[in-house]
Every structure is written in structure tokens, then in C-alpha cells.
């Protein structure tokens, strides 16, 4: 026994082992889920308001009668929204009330009479719950609606000259009314659920284009996890290069932890995040420029002259009325590091020193090898991350010589002064749109902090709806966007 025990925990074992670490971790606590409670509500309100019930006929002694045209005037809920553990989220209405209007025809004997009819149906309970999966698509989806709802009672309000006649029978019409009503009440649920709050997720990107060069894979890794405080969702979280989907990185990061439930949206990403785009713009031929002519500081120009004069002179000194160039290619994919005190970059790159002569093939005067580190501060705007990049260290040496190496040192400042102006602007100017994290339509991150951890940064926001639920799902039907991402 005591051998299967030990096999049962070596598999158990190796299965966390192979299991793949998410790039992106969200959790939303119970203070956000209070935040939706109020936008759950009201669309809870708006669907039960278009419930349609069939006409009513029948008979009851010498009485016939006909209701019809059967409207929701008005409805009052006490609603609450919870997470329910493992399983999804729990909708509650309690001790609520329904008022109705509908149209009623009535022959009594050789008397006949219409008019209108208004009735409240109390005690209305509804419990649902949505239970929510990672679908096959790695989408976050709602797989099923367990609901159950009853009405207590309701009463019936007669107008009219015989309304006093009428009152007899009107425990008659509002069981049949109150049968019927609870009938409609969990399909119109069901159907919000399944089919628009789908749609709603639906907006969620799960494997999007994030320009030209790249894409994000935000495909959910396994199904949330849900206790009584939060839901917890893991991300793959991995960038891909358009032209080659399959070439990616390998996670071996660490696992982002998650451990508070203040504020009302947590957003965790690993150093593997921003390493795979990292490797996949590299992929895609991002990380090549060329600076020359005009976008070559002028007195970088006369520096690279004054220093390369002497090789320009033995290779040919009509080459020195020419404009230089220096040509700028990443030789391998930048890493990212993250520490508590903040996240770097290392770049390295290969340097040439070329002339261009007009008509003729550019001729090589130097190649060295830069070693650049950035400073990288992350910050969301909306739901959009974003990364400014700061050159805080730099250093070139030669490719042929120790020596070469030496006379290269009155280069290192100016060299820097130009990433600085030049090429960090460009760079931070490409990047400053950022890249949409997995939350739906309608719904940004606002009062954001970040936090630097060991290999691992965390994002805790509260949530801000800018348009209803109805309005973004009706867009979602459409085949509208949201212009704001």
C-alpha cells in the first residue's frame, strides 16, 4: 500500500512538473464583484421585463374569459452576485416583487366587459448559477445555467363596473398567471447566459494579431478556479511571430503568485510574458535600423570621420566625401529580467560603421558588438499594457581587436547620447500603444499600481464599465468594435 501511495504522489508529481506555467495570471477578487453587481442587475431587469407569455382562455362556470397583451410594468429585486466555489458564479433574487398589466375579456351570462388588469407577483425567488469552463477554444464560457425560481403568491386588481364581480374568480387567473410566469422566468435566464453573456466573453481576445510583426496567445491554460473570495484564471500569455506561428519560446519562468485581495483586479505577468515578445519580434525581423543622412546627428558624423579617418584613407580617400551610416541588428532575442526593484532589458547588438557611396555598394569601415541594458517601466491605460524603455547602461568593443577595442572608448558617450535621442524615442513611440489584455469590451482598469516582484510583475487595478452590458453585447451582435483598444 504504502507503494502505490508513493507512485500516486511521484505521478501527481510529474504532472505539476510538465504542466504548463501560465504567462499571465487575472484574478478578480469580491470587490469586483460587486462592481458588476449593479450591471448584473440591470440587465437581469431587462431581460425579465421582455418576457412574453402566451394568451390566456378558459372557462370557469358561466364565466369565459381572455387575457392577453401581458407586459412587466415594473419589477423591484433584491439581487445578490457571489462566487459560487468551483463551479462559476451565483445569481440570487430574494423576497422581490412583479407588477404586470394585461388586457382581460370577460362574458358573464349576457354581460360582457374588458379592460385592464393589474396584478403583482410576490415573493419572487430566483436562484442561478453559472457555470464556467475553459472551452475547447481555451475561451472562459459559460457551459451551463442551473437556475430554479418560484413565485409565492400573486394578486389581481380589477377595473371596470364589474370588478367587484370579478374578484371571486381572480385567485383562479393569478394561479394560472403565477404558473405560467414561472415558467418563463429560467429560459429567459438561460438565454441571457448562454447565448449573450457568451457573446459578451466572446470579446475576451483569446489568439489575436497585435500589429504587423506579431500576435498574443491569451487561450486559458486550464478551467478557472473559483473559491468564495475570487476567480482566478491562468493565461498562456505568450506572444508568436505572424510568419512562423509554430517557431516560439519555451516558459520556464516562474509561476506569478497572487496573493491579495484588495483591490478589485489583479493582473500578473511573468518575465516569460515579455521575453516571448521579445523572441518573436526578434523573429520578425523587428530589431534591424539603419541611421543615415538626416537622422544622423551631425556631430556623431564627425566623430565616426575623425575616428575612422585613418582606414577611410587607406581604403580610399575619395571616400570621405560621402555620408557614413551605422547599421544597428540585434544578434539574439533580448531578455527581460524582473526584480522588487524594477524590470530591465538586455540587448545584444552588432554594429557596423559602413560608407555609401552613391550608385556603388555601401563599404564597411568597423563592426562592433554593443551591449545595451534598458530600464523598463510597465503601466496600463484602459486595458492596453504599455513599456517605456530608458538606455541606462552601454558598452561596445570591437569584433577584430583588443586594441580597435581602445580607440573605440571616445565613442561609447556620444554613441549613447544618440540611442538616447534617436533610437529610444522611435522605439518607445512603436511600443506606447501596447497591447490589450484578456478582459471583455466596455470594461478598462483604472487607479492601477504596479508591483515588481522576483521574476514577475502584478497589476491591481479596480474595474471602471464605460458602456452598460446590454450596450456591449448588442454591439458585439452587430460586429461592431470597441474603438477604444
Not at 175 to 194: D, E, S, W, Y
Request: aromatic letters at 8%; glycine letters at 6%; a neutral charge.
Amino acid at each position: 500500500r504504502a507503494a502505490s501511495i508513493s507512485v500516486i504522489f511521484l505521478l501527481s508529481l510529474i504532472t505539476m512538473t510538465l504542466a504548463e506555467p501560465p504567462g499571465c495570471k487575472i484574478r478578480i477578487t469580491n470587490r469586483g464583484l460587486e462592481m458588476l453587481k449593479a450591471e448584473t442587475k440591470k440587465f437581469v431587469e431587462e431581460e425579465l421585463s421582455n418576457i412574453t407569455m402566451p394568451e390566456m382562455r378558459g372557462k370557469e362556470g358561466r364565466f369565459q374569459y381572455t387575457i392577453k397583451d401581458v407586459k412587466i410594468t415594473e419589477l423591484n429585486l433584491t439581487s445578490d452576485l457571489r462566487f459560487q466555489p468551483d463551479v462559476g458564479l451565483l445569481f440570487e433574487v430574494q423576497n422581490s416583487s412583479i407588477t404586470l398589466n394585461f388586457q382581460r375579456r370577460i362574458l358573464y351570462w349576457l354581460f360582457y366587459d374588458e379592460g385592464a388588469i393589474n396584478a403583482s407577483a410576490e415573493g419572487v425567488n430566483i436562484f442561478t448559477v453559472l457555470h464556467l469552463i475553459k472551452d475547447k477554444d481555451g475561451r472562459l464560457k459559460i457551459s451551463n445555467v442551473t437556475c430554479d425560481a418560484f413565485i409565492t403568491k400573486m394578486r389581481a386588481r380589477f377595473s371596470g363596473t364589474l370588478g367587484r364581480v370579478y374578484d371571486f374568480i381572480g385567485t383562479f387567473l393569478t394561479t394560472g398567471m403565477r404558473f405560467v410566469l414561472n415558467k418563463q422566468i429560467c429560459p429567459a435566464l438561460n438565454h441571457a447566459a448562454l447565448v449573450l453573456i457568451n457573446q459578451l466573453l466572446e470579446t475576451i481576445p483569446v489568439r489575436t494579431e497585435v500589429d504587423s510583426y506579431v500576435g498574443i496567445d491569451y487561450s486559458l491554460l486550464n478551467d478557472p478556479v473559483v473559491t468564495e473570495t475570487s476567480l482566478d484564471m491562468d493565461f498562456r500569455g505568450m506572444f508568436y511571430d505572424l510568419k512562423n506561428e509554430n517557431e516560439t519560446l519555451v516558459n520556464y519562468a516562474v509561476n506569478p503568485v497572487v496573493r491579495e485581495y484588495d483591490r478589485m483586479i489583479y493582473l500578473s505577468l511573468s518575465e516569460y510574458f515579455f521575453d516571448s515578445g521579445l523572441f518573436s519580434y526578434f523573429k520578425g525581423g523587428l530589431f534591424q535600423m539603419q541611421i543615415a543622412n538626416e537622422r544622423m546627428p551631425k556631430d556623431l558624423e564627425m566623430l565616426l570621420r575623425t575616428t575612422y579617418l585613418g582606414t577611410i584613407m587607406m581604403l580610399n580617400p575619395a571616400l570621405m566625401e560621402h555620408p557614413l551610416s551605422l547599421e544597428l541588428e540585434v544578434t539574439s532575442p533580448p531578455r527581460s529580467t524582473i526584480k522588487t526593484s524594477g524590470a530591465s532589458v538586455a540587448v545584444n547588438c552588432n554594429v557596423k560603421v559602413l560608407v555609401l557611396p552613391p550608385g556603388k555598394p555601401a563599404v564597411q569601415l568597423s563592426s562592433m558588438t554593443m551591449e545595451g541594458k534598458f530600464n523598463a517601466k510597465v503601466s496600463m491605460k484602459g486595458k492596453r499594457l504599455a513599456i517605456h524603455l530608458d538606455l541606462r547602461r552601454f558598452k561596445i568593443f570591437s569584433n577584430q581587436s583588443a586594441l580597435e577595442s581602445l580607440a573605440l572608448i571616445p565613442l561609447q558617450g556620444p554613441l549613447k547620447t544618440m540611442l538616447q535621442i534617436s533610437v529610444v524615442p522611435l522605439i518607445n513611440n512603436y511600443i506606447k500603444r501596447g497591447v490589450q489584455i484578456p478582459l471583455p469590451d466596455g470594461i478598462d482598469f483604472i487607479e492601477e499600481v504596479v508591483e515588481y516582484h522576483n521574476g514577475y510583475i502584478i497589476v491591481g487595478a479596480n474595474l471602471h464599465f464605460r458602456t452598460g452590458l446590454r450596450e456591449i453585447i448588442e454591439r458585439k451582435l452587430s460586429g461592431e468594435t470597441d474603438n477604444s483598444i
